[in-house]
């Protein structure tokens, strides 16, 4: 068992930055692929970033490439999402996931967070 607390979230203004974070328990957090998922209301779930193991290779939805970035420390167990030039579409509930291969598709993965809401305001 792998258990994800996500926090950072908030409200900020178009253009701004959030930084969230992941803290992960259990398992032997290095083990994990780790992604960044994302749902707006009535949206269904949708990929945004993701990282191997060692954190050596990154990919990102094309909707967030040069703007978002994801990074992990595999001695603190923590996976973060910079955020920069926010818009209002990125309005969602933001969700960290691990997986034991990369992958794009929600499906694949195991554990997940409960989420963190980030509010994009234009």
């Known amino acids: 068992q792998v258990q994800l607390v996500e926090t950072g979230g908030g409200l900020v203004q178009a253009g701004g930055s959030l930084r969230l974070s992941c803290a992960a328990s259990?398992?032997?957090?290095?083990?994990?692929?780790m992604a960044w998922f994302r749902q707006a209301p009535e949206n269904e779930r949708e990929f945004v970033a993701g990282?191997?193991?060692?954190?050596?290779?990154?990919y990102y939805a094309d909707s967030v490439k040069g703007r978002f970035t994801i990074s992990r420390d595999n001695a603190k167990s923590t996976v973060s999402l910079q955020m920069n030039s926010l818009k209002s579409e990125d309005t969602a509930v933001y969700y960290c996931?691990?997986?034991?291969?990369?992958?794009?598709?929600?499906?694949?993965?195991?554990?997940w967070g409960q989420g963190t809401q980030v509010t994009v305001s234009s």
């Open positions: 996931a691990a997986a034991p291969m990369s992958s794009r598709r929600a499906d694949t993965y195991h554990y």
């Open positions: 259990g398992r032997t957090f290095s083990q994990y692929a």
């Open positions: 990282i191997i193991w060692s954190g050596s290779n990154t």
